[in-house]
Structure formats: structure tokens, C-alpha cells
């Protein structure tokens, strides 16, 4: 059943640092948005002025793993409409590999990749970092490959609706991003207006980004069982759907 | 013996286009089958339900005894598909594809390094997929697809878009797969790569296959007729060729005759008629139909159009 799934995994990692932009897209950028905007803002911040303050030790840590997180469902979207595409899909489906042995494996290769970038990321920010990281690296790590691993099955609901590849990129950022928005990162979801608290409600993202501030902020696993509950939950009905919309050619 | 392939009454639409209508043959163990047709005939359709990468919406198939459907797997391990217009991961190197292929099959896999060797792509094993030629890339699909030395080697316009002197080469390769007992299924639209390849042949149009068998056959069965073109100076020859037996008509353009008839005795009929009647002639050829005019004959209209 398993048959080929490492061989495949590892082949397309390699496969994905060849990109020119592959790694730079997902590994540097988020890493870059992190450390500049921290540059920024943590210039000439006073020790007092605790809205900054708190902006850079939660909210910015937490907005560049959502960011890891997105980019990597958009590199998904984009590598499976060019698979399919391509007949790339079709032509593996064509030997002893099972489809999901497939998808799988773009999956685990999505979440190597976001722990590679989140050490990337912490390694950064004890260096370059206005005022250093703090938090329990272990349980983040987890929290974000849990959150990952959730909306990479929107990734697949994306990439069954994308007509073509040339549409994957603009598509996915158009669906990705503004969930990004409402998800609690930039306004809290109790300070939104009632009409987009309810897309909050809906919208996996937030699910994602309260369990990983939590947890950056050190809270307990058992405060966001809840949140953990919504994303799995994600994951089922996107799995569900997937299986009957996605298109292998 | 039971056939290596069975297919009978398959059927499969598209929506409210019918691709194949109730498509029905058998390949035999051994033998070069080929399905073929004008572009959108359905060839393709039929093949990839045989594979099992697509479910027909009614009829019964069999490969090697299995369901494609129910048995999609085990069937994969035992067969080696080469699909039209297939990818590979753009950066993916030969040698990588080759290494993932053979872990995939439960059989022992044949000697990936020989067999790019064979088809004259080690030293492309380091090349990135997209870096190849088309040619090369064909090349490799076919090596793809005899990776686990497969029982039933499916191959899907396996010459398209490549030069004659490739062509060539890897009509020989076919020709070594059933050397080695093993079955080839394939379609084509080139009608000399048919000609030249397939022991049997299934002709397919709008999705129906409407005759099958060995091409000699075929071609003696539609089109018997046979030309004989030869330019002579002696006042005799027209009223000589006329009494030829199986004759039919004798055209002549000043000293050049166009005799026409039926039978494959028809050429031997003419040559001993020039050596009784001692006829010395300075131009001598025989034009012979093909499956070409076999498609033309029996769809009204040609391969090509």
C-alpha cells in the first residue's frame, strides 16, 4: 500500500529545490517578512508601548507560520494543476502506485518543508529578531503542522476546481488570502464587524491562528482542544469532498 | 488458449459523446495487436479502459485472466503502459525516474542501466526531464514501460513526433519485446507503422472497430486489386496484356501501360507473359494497395484527413 511513498517524497523534495523559486517562495519569503517588518516596527518601539510590543513577541511570529502554512497549500495547488496539467498524474497512476500514495506523499513533502521553514524562521529570529523568540518551539512546531496539514486538504478542493494551471496561483491566493484577513491575525474576531465574525466562525484559518498563538504564548494543549476539533474537522469534510471532485486529468 | 485480452461490448461516453460503441476483439499471447485509426477514433479510449485508468460505462474485460477494475493493482504489476502525451516531473532526472519505477513493482524489475543503455539514453541518465528531446523523452516512457519486464506491453502512438531514423529504432525494440514472448498492444495512425509492426490489426473508426485482422489479409480481402505499370515498345504488347488472365483494364499513354486487375497472381500472370510473348520492356512496377486504401475503401475516406 505504502509502495514507493518515500521513494516519492524524497524525489520530490529534490524535485522542488530544483525550482528556481520553489525554495525561495516558501522558505525565504516568510522568513524575510518576518524579520523586516520586525525590523521595523521594533525601531524606536519604547520598552512601555505594549501594542507593539505585543505585535512582534505574538502576532508577528504567528502571521509568518500562517504565512508558511498558505504558501505551502498554494505551492500544492499549483504543483498538482501542473501535474495534472501535464499528465504527470496520469502517467503515475498508470504503475502499481495507489492515488493516495501520491497525494501523500505531497502532502508529507509540504510539511517537511514548513518545519524546515518555522527552524529557518526561529534560527532567524534568535539572530536578527528585535526581541528574541520565546516560546515552547516543540509544541508550536506541532501546532503548526496540525494547522498545515488541515488546510492543505482546501488545498486539494482548490486544485479539484482549478480549471487550469496558469489559474492555480491567482486562484489559491484569491481563496487563501482573504481568510488570512478575517482569521483574527490583524483584528480580533471580536472586534470584527457581526457579518464577518460569522466568516470567521467558518473559516478554518481562524481555527488555526488562535491555536498557534495560544500556543506561542505558552497556553495549555487543552485550551485549544476546540481548535484542534475545527481543524480536524476541516480536514474530513475537504478530504470527503476532494475524493468526489478531484480530477486526476 | 484463452486470449491475454479480452474485451467485449465495451462502451464509453463522454457526456452525451459516445467514444466507443460496443467495441468487442481479442489479443492472443505472443502476438503484436494494434488499434488502428484516424485521430479521435477512440483507440485511446478503448486502450486506457483496458488498462484500467478508465471505467467503461458497460461490457466485460479481461487481462491476463484479471478485472482492470476490481484488480487495477495487481493487473499494474503485471503490465507496462506507455500513454500519449504523458509527463514527467520537469526536473526529475532519468535515473531517478528509472530508480522510482523499478521500486514500484513487486516483480524483480530488469536492469534499468541496460535498458537506457538499449535505448540510448545512458548518457542522459543525469538530464532533467525537460531537458530532453522529444525523442529521448519517448525513449525513456518506453523504457518506463518495460521496467517490469510486463507480460502485456501497452503503447499508445509510441512514434508520434519523431524523426523517421527513431521511428525505426523503436519499431525494432517492439519487435524484440515479442522476441522475448511477451504481448504488445498498440494504436497507431501511421498506417506503415501497422503494416510493418502488427501481426493482427483491429481497423477503428467513430468509436466501432470494423474489421480485424492480419494486414496481408485485410489488404487481399478489400482490395484485391493490383496495378502493374510497364513502358514497352512492341506493337503486340496492348493485345497481349488485354488476354492476361484476371485483367481487368489496360490503359495506354504512348509507349506506357497501366494494367489493372485482381489477384495476387495477377503480377506473376504479367511477367510470364512478357517472357512467351518475348516483350522487352524498360520500365517495369507494381503498385500495391495497403491498409491505407484498405481505411479508404471501407470508411470513404482517408487516414490522413
Known amino acids: 500500500m505504502l509502495r514507493g511513498l518515500w521513494k516519492l517524497t524524497w524525489l520530490e523534495i529534490k524535485i522542488f529545490l530544483r525550482e528556481p523559486l520553489g525554495a525561495f517562495g516558501t522558505i525565504v519569503i516568510p522568513v524575510l517578512v518576518f524579520l523586516v517588518v520586525g525590523r521595523v516596527v521594533g525601531h524606536g518601539v519604547p520598552p512601555g508601548a505594549l501594542a507593539a510590543n505585543n505585535f512582534l513577541q505574538v502576532g508577528l511570529p504567528v502571521l509568518a507560520s500562517v504565512l508558511i502554512a498558505v504558501s505551502a497549500v498554494l505551492s500544492l495547488v499549483t504543483i498538482i494543476s501542473i501535474y495534472r496539467e ?51 518551539l516543540f ?46 491575525l490583524f483584528v480580533p474576531v471580536a472586534a470584527l464587524p457581526p457579518v464577518l465574525r460569522i466568516v470567521a466562525r467558518v473559516v478554518p484559518l481562524t481555527y488555526a491562528v488562535s491555536l498557534l498563538e495560544g500556543i506561542w504564548k505558552g497556553e495549555a494543549w487543552s485550551a485549544h482542544m476546540g481548535d484542534i476539533a475545527a481543524l480536524v474537522l476541516v480536514f474530513v469534510i475537504c478530504t470527503a469532498l476532494s475524493t468526489k471532485v478531484f480530477r486526476w486529468e | ?41 477512440g483507440k485511446t479510449t478503448t486502450m486506457e479502459c483496458i488498462e484500467g485508468l478508465r471505467t467503461p460505462d458497460c461490457g466485460a474485460i479481461s487481462v491476463l485472466g484479471l478485472d482492470p477494475f476490481k484488480d487495477v493493482y495487481k493487473l ?41 543503455e538499449q535505448l540510448g539514453l545512458a548518457a542522459k541518465r543525469d538530464t532533467w ?8 523523452k519517448q525513449r525513456l516512457f518506453i523504457a518506463l514501460a518495460l521496467m517490469n519486464d510486463p507480460e502485456v506491453v501497452f503503447l499508445d502512438e509510441l512514434t508520434t513526433g519523431l ?64 496495378t502493374v505499370i ?25 509507349s506506357r501501360f497501366t494494367v489493372r486487375g485482381r489477384g495476387d497472381d495477377l503480377v506473376t500472370e504479367v511477367v510470364h507473359c512478357l517472357s512467351e510473348n518475348a516483350i522487352r520492356v524498360t520500365d517495369f512496377r507494381t503498385i500495391l494497395p495497403n491498409l491505407e486504401d484498405v481505411f479508404l475503401k471501407l470508411t470513404g475516406r482517408s487516414i490522413r484527413e
Open chain 2, 76 to 116: 499494474q504489476d503485471r503490465i507496462g503502459v506507455q500513454l500519449q502525451q504523458a509527463q514527467l516531473q520537469k526536473r526529475i532526472k532519468v535515473w531517478e525516474a528509472v530508480g522510482l519505477w523499478v521500486s514500484l513493482y513487486q516483480k524483480k524489475a530488469l536492469d534499468g542501466e541496460r535498458l537506457l
Open chain 2, 1 to 41: 488458449m484463452t486470449p491475454v485480452i479480452h474485451a467485449s461490448g465495451v462502451r464509453k461516453s463522454y457526456g452525451a459523446t459516445v467514444a466507443v460503441h460496443e467495441v468487442s476483439f481479442d489479443v492472443h499471447e505472443g502476438e503484436i495487436f494494434g488499434l488502428i485509426g484516424p485521430n479521435g477514433a
Open chain 1, 139 to 184: 509544541s508550536f512546531t506541532i501546532a503548526l503542522l496540525i494547522s498545515t496539514w488541515s488546510i492543505l486538504s482546501i488545498g486539494f478542493l482548490i486544485a479539484s476546481i482549478v480549471p487550469t494551471a496558469r489559474f492555480a496561483q491567482p486562484i489559491g491566493a484569491f481563496i487563501m488570502y482573504p481568510m488570512v484577513a478575517v482569521s483574527g
Open chain 1, 86 to 136: 501535464g499528465g504527470i498524474l496520469k502517467r503515475l497512476r498508470a504503475t502499481p502506485l495507489r492515488p493516495q500514495t501520491i497525494l501523500t506523499a505531497h502532502v508529507i513533502v509540504k510539511l517537511i518543508l514548513t518545519a524546515a521553514t518555522l527552524a529557518v524562521l526561529v534560527l532567524a529570529g534568535k539572530r536578527y529578531y528585535p526581541v528574541g523568540v520565546h516560546a515552547p
Open chain 2, 230 to 254: 510497364l513502358a514497352t515498345d512492341n506493337p503486340i504488347a496492348e493485345e497481349r496484356f488485354r488476354a492476361i488472365p484476371g485483367v481487368e483494364t489496360v490503359i495506354r499513354t504512348d
Open chain 2, 129 to 136: 526531464f525537460m531537458n530532453l528531446s522529444g525523442g529521448q
Open chain 2, 163 to 226: 524523426d523517421p531514423q527513431s521511428r525505426r529504432a523503436i519499431w525494432d525494440l517492439v519487435r524484440d519485446i515479442r522476441a522475448r514472448g511477451k504481448t504488445v498492444f498498440l494504436t497507431t495512425h501511421l498506417m506503415e507503422e501497422a503494416e510493418r509492426l502488427c501481426d493482427r490489426v483491429a481497423i477503428m473508426e467513430h468509436g466501432r472497430i470494423i474489421d480485424i485482422d492480419r494486414p496481408d489479409d485485410l489488404v487481399n480481402r478489400h482490395c484485391p486489386e493490383r
